[in-house]
């Protein structure tokens, strides 16, 4: 059954990227706020959305056989919403939006689009500018009509999961979708016995199956959690340490202060956005989003003095806001 004047949202994942389309969503909501807004996410990140103020249905998609994927497509069928928007600008998700049969279909054209071909199935192609993600995001919502735009992110409260300190503590997680975007694991050892100094315990925190494979740490603390034991860590750290992954963007979406270690990627795309964490890059560093099995030399070149430098003037910046 059609659902009569409604609105239809595709962002399949990953953490970050669901992070960064929470504001375009708002958006959406608080100037259509008699619209229903549905989501179709990956089943995995839907803790992020649960209670989310601005989403009134979440629908799953799950891909994890056959028999999951046609029952995620017989869900898409049923919805036919007024409006569609591919937030995510893949084959895979342009294709779960025209399974819902919508009567528009919204999405990146083929110049921003992740992968071209997916502009193919929109019925209005939108060139965007950013440069942030964020930002390209609001400004496809913004051609669907979204005039209110609201730059603040909902997150859900999390879950205590694990062992964490009573007092203060840094959290970091050290590893990314990608090997190229990690840092040296030694190095978060050294990080950590520098803070011990300080009376600020280096907390990384980990699935379990990563956890099981790591090498033992003297000066850092292992904590495995869940994605909601995760959100409740961040809230709770009194700083972040992060790659360009979704635990940095969580951190920066919740307004911690700290440290944001990036090389072959872009910050201003994916950086902290409108947030106080200090971004450390090296220089002359060239941009590029190739999937490397190996640590890219540039975040080589960040030294653990570096890091705590930059992490005692987030914290000294907090201080003399709050003075």
Known sequence: MKESNSILIIRLGAMGDIIHALPAVASLKCTFPERKLTWVVARRWMPLLQGNPHIDELVPFDRSGIAALFASHHRLGRIRPTVAIDLQGLLQSALAGRFARPETFFGFDRSVAREPLAARLYTHRIHVTGPHRIQRNMQLVEAVGA??????????????????????????????????????????????????????????????????????????????????GLIYATRRATAVIGLDSGPLHLAAALGKPGVALFGPTDPLQTGPFRSSMVVLRAAEVQTTYKRDDAIHQSMNEITVEQVALALQQSLAAVVVRQS
């Open 147 to 228: 005039s209110q735009v609201v730059w603040d992110t909902w997150l859900p409260e999390g879950m205590p999961e694990g062992d964490l300190p009573s007092t203060d503590f840094v959290l970091a997680s050290p590893f990314a979708g990608w090997k190229s975007k990690e840092w040296p694991i030694a190095r978060w050892d050294t990080l950590g016995k520098l803070l011990e100094h300080e009376g600020l315990p280096l907390i990384l925190n980990m699935p379990v199956e990563q956890a099981r494979g790591l090498a033992p740490l003297k000066h850092c603390r292992i904590h495995s959690s869940s994605l909601e």
